[in-house]
């Protein structure tokens, strides 16, 4: 590779110095090195989360004097525990020339935090509840942005969702947080119109976009396990199958 480029950025106009922070340090040496590591590729689909996202606020409506409240985000952990047991290989890591396959359920969610980007992770997701795994969640977020969370609480996961639903966006390529094999990202669902065989009807379609390692995973399995993992948010009784 060529050497960084050194510039004299100050030839051009003003500029200010800032020291990296220390979880940007950290996260941005993993970054690149499952960046250069890993031979990714992303496939992009789309689930309609109509039904789900009205059953999320009606449930949330009833609830909402116990202060409890759900996220579309676990259930997306919650259908991501039920594909990877429909695919095993997604729920792996390459150790030599062996793949190791997990019996566990840990997955790790992206979190946005004022110094960076940490993943906390949500053990045992097939044991937990929507409403355990939202408060979980809650709890966990709050301590990444407080600088809080402890080393064991960001290990152990075997698959991620890196969610920006609650900013914006289509699309995105998510880097696979080694020596995990795959990524699942989700973008903010809109109403988009669907043809029904008859008509084209309003439906609330979340965007998805899942990165997976060409060495473990190949691209009719990354297809399945979208597909999958959209109709299980498409209706959720199929979780219980
Ligand atoms: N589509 C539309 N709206 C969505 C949505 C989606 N896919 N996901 C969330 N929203 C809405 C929610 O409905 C919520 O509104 P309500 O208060 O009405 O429920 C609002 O956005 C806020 O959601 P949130 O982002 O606070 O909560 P969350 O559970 O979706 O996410 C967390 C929690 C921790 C994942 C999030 O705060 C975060 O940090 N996201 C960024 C992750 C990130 O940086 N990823 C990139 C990694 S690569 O650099």
Redesign the pocket.
């Known amino acids: 590779l060529l050497p960084w480029p050194k510039i004299d950025f100050a030839k051009f106009g003003p500029v200010e110095r800032k020291e990296l922070g220390r979880i940007k340090k950290i996260s941005g040496a993993n970054l690149h090195r499952n960046w250069v590591l890993i031979p990714h590729v992303t496939n992009h689909d789309d689930a309609d989360?109509t039904e789900l996202e009205a059953f999320?606020?009606q449930f949330?409506k009833e609830n909402d004097k116990s202060g409890i409240?759900v996220?579309?985000?676990?259930f997306m952990i919650r259908a991501a525990v039920a594909a990877l047991r429909k695919f095993p290989e997604f729920n792996a890591s390459i150790d030599g020339e062996q793949l190791v396959l997990k019996n566990y359920f840990h997955i790790g969610?992206?979190?946005?935090?004022p110094n960076g980007?940490m993943v906390p992770v949500i053990r045992d997701a097939d044991q937990k509840g929507i409403v355990q795994i939202?408060q979980e969640?809650?709890e966990l977020?709050k301590k990444?942005r407080d600088g809080k969370l402890a080393p064991a609480e960001m290990s152990g996961a075997g698959f991620s969702i890196?969610?920006?639903?609650?900013?914006g966006g289509r699309y995105?390529t998510?880097?696979i947080n080694a020596p995990e094999v795959a990524i699942m990202?989700?973008?903010?669902?809109?109403l988009e119109p669907q043809w029904d065989g008859k008509q084209f009807v309003p439906r609330l379609m979340?965007p998805l976009s899942l990165s997976w390692d060409h060495r473990v995973i190949d691209g009719a399995a990354a297809a399945r396990f979208n597909l999958y993992f959209a109709s299980l948010l498409a209706d959720m009784r199929r979780i219980m199958m």
């Not at 969610?109 to 935090?113: I, L, P, R, S, V």
């Not at 890196?162 to 900013?167: H, K």
């Not at 990202?185 to 809109?190: L, Q």
């Open positions: 989360i999320r606020v949330n409240k996220t579309m985000l676990a969610f992206a979190a946005d935090t980007l939202s969640m809650a977020a990444a890196s969610s920006l639903g609650g900013i995105f998510p880097i990202g989700v973008c903010k669902s809109r979340l």
